[in-house]
Nanobody, 123 residues
Framework: QVHLVESGGGLVQPGGSLRLSCEASAIIFRFSAMGWFRQGPGKEREFVSAITWSGDSTYYADSVKGRFTISRDNANNMVYLQMNSLEPGDTAVYYC????????????????WGQGTQVTVSS
């Protein structure tokens, strides 16, 4: 059975931190690059970060560089997004997805998606 399940979202004050987790079924996780996207209210879905299978290469949107860190645990089919120094502009539903190509920045190159987890940054 194919699944991607995100968790870890919530309400946080500006400057705070959250760690998102994504559990994937092995059949889609194994040997695949994984990414995080987000969709804020009234906005298009946008790329946040991606990581290759080996974890040797990571990619970030300019808006989150230096604040967010992506990582993965291949033994447990998990990918994570550590988010620090959160800003109100980070408020969005965050999605985990599996990439089928090495063009990591665009959503059409991802074929499996989770349901999303809500992150709200507000005082």
């Amino acid at each position: 059975q194919v699944h991607l399940v995100e968790s870890g979202g919530g309400l946080v004050q500006p400057g705070g931190s959250l760690r998102l987790s994504c559990e994937a079924s092995a059949i889609i996780f194994r040997f695949s690059a994984m990414g995080w996207f987000r969709q804020g209210p009234g906005k298009e879905r946008e790329f946040v970060s991606a990581i290759t299978w080996s974890g040797d290469s990571t990619y970030y949107a300019d808006s989150v560089k230096g604040r967010f860190t992506i990582s993965r645990d291949n033994a447990n089919n998990m990918v994570y997004l550590q988010m620090n120094s959160l800003e109100p502009g980070d408020t969005a539903v965050y999605y985990c997805a599996r990439s089928f190509s090495n063009a990591y920045y665009v959503a059409p190159n991802y074929d499996y998606w989770g349901q999303g987890t809500q992150v709200t940054v507000s005082s």
